[in-house]
């Protein structure tokens, strides 16, 4: 079975001046689109999107992506509540594993997608995760084994990169394919790495 996908989309983007999933690229695609179809290429069948900020908005830009939206009421306390809500939605499905990643690492491409899902091995103990320059980044792909854990291991906009400390989940090198930055500013201005918010995984 494929993984399912689970893109959080929740954040206002403050440091941005509006929500990340809203932002465009040069040629127009909304981020929350254009990592939609980052997921779906790379081999996810299944994407739920998770909203929070301008949550009707960011909907209304994916009713033709074919994806479930998936609401997280308690978004303003940080990243860890979109996990959660994310892979709460996860566990009500037959998904085995589930492929997390975030709307705003927009060099991010389907490549990576299918290499951290190869890497990280079948069924529902899967565990892997990007890495790039020995940094832990996204996607991260995770069994089911994995998930309650990992849910209890995310705290505010901490996500649940304890945990997969703790479960030994490997990096998958693809700084030869990406950055693996998220952007946290108008590109304009100098783009954060992983480094800049601790433990932005997932």
């Not at 900020?53 to 479930?68: C, G, H, Q, T």
């Amino acid at each position: 079975m494929k993984p399912f996908g689970v893109l959080l989309a929740a954040g206002a983007g403050t440091r941005m001046g509006q929500p990340k999933a809203l932002v465009r690229d040069a040629d127009g695609v909304p981020w929350v689109v254009r990592s939609a179809r980052v997921l779906r290429s790379g081999g996810c069948d299944t994407i739920a999107v998770v909203v929070g900020a301008a949550a009707d908005e960011v909907s209304a830009l994916l009713v033709d992506e074919a994806v479930v939206i998936v609401p997280s009421p308690q978004w303003t306390v940080g990243m860890s509540a979109s996990l959660r809500a994310g892979l709460d939605w996860a566990a009500t499905t037959e998904a085995e594993a589930a492929l997390v990643h975030l709307v705003d690492m927009p060099d991010v491409g389907p490549d990576i997608v299918r290499r951290v899902v190869a890497a990280g091995g079948p069924g529902d103990a899967a565990l892997a995760r990007a890495g790039y320059n020995g940094r832990a980044g996204h996607p991260v792909l995770m069994g089911r084994v994995h998930w309650e854990q990992a849910k209890a291991a995310a705290t505010g906009d901490r996500g649940a990169g304890s945990y997969l400390k703790r479960a030994g989940c490997p990096l998958i090198p693809c700084e030869d394919l990406a950055s693996g930055n998220d952007q946290d500013v108008r590109a304009s201005q100098s783009p954060s790495g992983p480094e800049d918010e601790p433990d932005r995984q997932p």
